[in-house]
């Protein structure tokens, strides 16, 4: 992996930064993901609500306790859903602090730079492909 490209933008301000379009580029994609989750998780949060309801009006017929299985199994798989919503909104929020402090592009782990493509494939990302290797071999 060499990054012998010789890419020279004027407006790089160090080497394997991202410059200011690339960052305003990830802030925009950032805080629309941001809010895409938030509505996701808002949605299935209602959801669940709702499909609270019935169990309060059907007593507990046998009619009911037949409905809570499959139910029971969607709900499961919306809690897992929502844990990935959740996961991705940290992602997201944790970003865009980091673009605030001025540490965006900054790995958590190893703290080099993370290359300005993968950043721009996945503006969340938190990790360089190194560490993002590690971590799905499962020794952070
Ligand atoms: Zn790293």
Redesign the pocket.
């Known amino acids: 992996m060499g990054g012998g490209s010789g890419v020279a933008s004027r407006r790089v301000r160090g080497e394997g930064n991202m410059d200011s379009d690339g960052l305003a580029a990830a802030r925009q994609r950032l805080q629309a993901d941001e809010l895409q989750m938030q509505e996701e998780i808002a949605l299935l949060d209602e959801r669940a609500r709702e499909a609270q309801t019935p169990d309060e009006v059907a007593f507990s017929s046998d009619a009911a306790l037949a409905d809570e299985a499959p139910l029971a199994v969607d709900r499961e798989k919306e809690s897992t859903w929502r844990r990935s919503l959740q996961h991705r909104l940290l992602d997201a929020q944790s970003a865009l602090r980091k673009l605030d402090q001025g540490t965006y592009g900054r790995?958590d782990?190893?703290g080099?730079e993370i290359a300005p493509r993968r950043l721009r494939a996945q503006p969340q990302a938190s990790?360089?492909l190194?560490?993002q290797a590690k971590a799905e071999r499962g020794r952070v």
Do not use: E, G, K, V
Request: proline letters at 0%; glycine letters at 0%.
């Open positions: 790995c782990a190893c080099l990790l360089c190194n560490c």
